[in-house]
């Protein structure tokens, strides 16, 4: 990048002419070096001493009045922000870290307590990665998950993983499969998986395939 500052415009269009007549005279001479000679030949000279400046990195800023600078406190009084710099005299407020937090309301009981709480969280929930079967039939058509041939082991949550549909560090519990996507369904697969729903079930069984759930502990899982 770089720029080229042109104190007289006649000198400008000497230069474009000179570059005009090297590509003319060049074997990727084309209609737009004609189109260029005949631009140049019927442009006016400006007046001289008018500056031309090539837009370049090192020359690129905000318009004029685009950005404007903060007023900056404590700096005097004639500044309009000076002595108190806007803060007023003592009190909370005036202090090096002070004020209050938005949710304070002066001493009152605020909006968060007067409220009752609903709903609880169970400590002793286990949920489930969700997979659809829609997702594992996109999955056998990328051929990123291989289907179980006859005396094959059947398919598992390593499987799973290794074909990207989730990740191991998500799976605390195990993998629940779900029935979305079943009318896309048409391998017919073997999979033995955490928990399955009923339309998952259904799913696999009509596509000809079969479906076990077995129960991994988290020692299990994290093997």
Same mark, same amino acid.
């Given at each position: 990048? @770089? ?14 002419? =000179? ?15 004609? /189109? ?11 007046? *001289?001493?008018?500056? $031309?400046? @090539? ?12 950005? *404007? /600078? ?11 922000? #000076? ?6 005299? %003592?009190?909370? +407020? ?9 949710? @304070?309301?002066? #001493?009152?009981?605020?909006?968060? !307590?007067?409220?009752?709480?609903? #709903?609880? /969280?169970? +400590? ?36 799973? $993983?290794?074909?990207?549909?989730? %990740? ?7 993998? !629940? ?6 009318? =896309? ?22 596509? #000809?395939?079969?479906?076990? /759930? $077995? ?9």
């Amino acid at each position: 990048s @770089f720029a080229v500052v042109f104190d007289d415009t006649t000198m400008l269009a000497a230069s474009l002419k =000179r570059a005009v007549r090297l590509h003319a005279t060049s074997p990727l001479n084309g209609s737009w070096t004609t /189109t260029l000679a005949r631009v140049l030949s019927s442009a006016q000279p400006a007046s *001289k001493g008018d500056a $031309v400046t @090539f837009l370049s990195l090192n020359n690129l800023a905000d318009n004029p009045g685009a950005v *404007k /600078t903060g007023r900056r406190v404590g700096r005097g009084i004639g500044s309009s922000k #000076g002595k108190t710099s806007g803060r007023g005299h %003592k009190g909370q +407020n005036s202090r090096a870290g002070g004020g209050v937090r938005p949710t @304070f309301e002066g #001493g009152q009981t605020p909006l968060f !307590k007067r409220l009752p709480k609903r #709903g609880f /969280t169970n +400590n002793h929930a286990e949920p489930m990665v969700p997979i659809n079967v829609g997702k594992l039939q996109d999955y056998i058509d990328m051929g990123r998950l291989p289907v179980p041939k006859e005396g094959d082991d059947p398919l598992t949550m390593v499987d799973l $993983v290794n074909a990207g549909i989730t %990740k191991a560090s998500t799976i605390k519990h195990g993998v !629940k499969l779900l029935g979305d996507g079943a009318d =896309r369904l048409r391998s017919p697969i073997r999979i033995e998986i955490s928990r399955a729903s009923t339309s998952a079930i259904d799913a696999i069984e009509a596509a #000809g395939g079969e479906i076990t /759930t $077995v129960h991994y502990n988290r020692l299990a899982l994290r093997a």
